[in-house]
T-cell receptor
Framework: AQRVTQPEKLLSVFKGAPVELKCNYS??????LFWYVQYSRQRLQLLLR??SRESIKGFTADLNKGETSFHLKKPFAQEEDSAMYYC??????????????FGTGTLLAVQP | GAVVSQHPSWVICKSGTSVKIECRSL??????MFWYRQFPKQSLMLMAT?????????EQGVEKDKFLINHASLTLSTLTVTSAHPEDSSFYIC????????????FGPGTRLTVT
């Protein structure tokens, strides 16, 4: 079954510390993976997509097919990074394309 | 670009009444729109997928007669919660994708529904 797992509900770090938000997935085909972010009182917005191999706001994520992981990393956390982060998987399910399956989310709290 | 709006942002209704929520793509044509439900401190649960001019595809366990979805144009989809009950109280979020070949979804701000 298709599934996205984010094992940590809360990750608390100090400003300037490295951050790694974990995401593992289960999918039988070739997945497309995304990280979405939701800042306080704002809508969900796309942060990264694995096919772009880009760095946004200092965040990167590499798809590791062997470990079925797509962890989100940032070398030096900033207070403004505090938000809820969702890992999501896109694929073909039940005859429909491009549906997103979301993980349960990780709340990142960056302490001053 | 890729802005999605929802109206209303919040609504309170009495048990037994129906409520309609609108989702609009403001600056692009959406080939597909999605409706999600989010309970407090939980993730988004996909309710249904809709393509313009065709019937919505509902996820398992979602009552299609209770949650009516209409996708009349490439920029508008509506979700009607019929005969609402307190257990339908939730945060409803829509999203839209631009092209069938691109899976990125752009999210609306959500609608808080409270059924008394």
């Amino acid at each position: 079954a298709q599934r996205v797992t984010q094992p940590e509900k809360l990750l608390s770090v100090f400003k300037g510390a490295p951050v790694e938000l974990k995401c593992n997935y289960s999918y039988s085909g070739s997945p497309e993976l995304f990280w979405y972010v939701q800042y306080s009182r704002q809508r969900l917005q796309l942060l990264l997509r694995h096919i772009s191999r880009e760095s946004i706001k200092g965040f990167t994520a590499d798809l590791n097919k062997g470990e079925t992981s797509f962890h989100l990393k940032k070398p030096f956390a900033q207070e403004e990074d505090s938000a809820m982060y969702y890992c999501a998987l896109s694929g073909n399910y039940g005859g429909a394309t491009n549906k997103l399956i979301f993980g349960t989310g990780t709340l990142l709290a960056v302490q001053p | 670009g890729a802005v999605v709006s929802q109206h209303p942002s919040w609504v309170i209704c009495k048990s037994g009444t129906s409520v309609k929520i609108e989702c609009r793509s403001l600056d692009f044509q959406a080939t597909t729109m999605f409706w999600y439900r989010q309970f407090p401190k939980q993730s988004l649960m996909l309710m249904a997928t809709s393509n313009e001019g065709s019937k919505a595809t509902y996820e398992q366990g979602v009552e299609k007669d209770k949650f009516l979805i209409n996708h009349a144009s490439l920029t508008l989809s509506t979700l009607t919660v019929t005969s609402a009950h307190p257990e339908d109280s939730s945060f409803y979020i829509c999203s839209a994708s631009r092209q069938a070949a691109r899976p990125e979804q752009y999210f609306g701000p959500g609608t808080r529904l409270t059924v008394t």
